[in-house]
Nanobody, 122 residues
Framework: QLQLAESGGGLVQPGGSLRLSCAVSGRTFSPYIMAWFRQAPGEDRDFVAAISQYGENTDYADSVRGRFTISRDNAKDTGYLQMNSVKSEDTAVYYC???????????????WGQGTQVTVSS
């Protein structure tokens, strides 16, 4: 069983930056695709970004492309989401997720963290 734990959320001003981390345990991280999703109050959980098993491919939602960067360090069993030029509409609970090779196209993931709150406000 894979366990995921997010950290790094908090309050950030518009235009600022924040880096989220996703620590993975229970199994080797490298065979899994990793992704970030977010959920704002009263809304569905939305895809943010994904990264392939060894980081050779990335995918982003249009709303964050050019501002957010997904990365991973398999040696540390940790994934990251660097958030730059944040906007108020980025306010949400951010979740990391992991899945097998089918997750890339389906955006359906088997393993989820508990989430970390990101609030963008002045």
């Amino acid at each position: 069983q894979l366990q995921l734990a997010e950290s790094g959320g908090g309050l950030v001003q518009p235009g600022g930056s924040l880096r989220l981390s996703c620590a993975v345990s229970g199994r080797t991280f490298s065979p899994y695709i990793m992704a970030w999703f977010r959920q704002a109050p009263g809304e569905d959980r939305d895809f943010v970004a994904a990264i392939s098993q060894y980081g050779e491919n990335t995918d982003y939602a249009d709303s964050v492309r050019g501002r957010f960067t997904i990365s991973r360090d398999n040696a540390k069993d940790t994934g990251y989401l660097q958030m730059n030029s944040v906007k108020s509409e980025d306010t949400a609970v951010y979740y990391c997720a992991a899945g097998d090779w089918t997750s890339w196209a389906s955006r359906s993931y088997a393993y989820w963290g508990q989430g970390t709150q990101v609030t963008v406000s002045s």
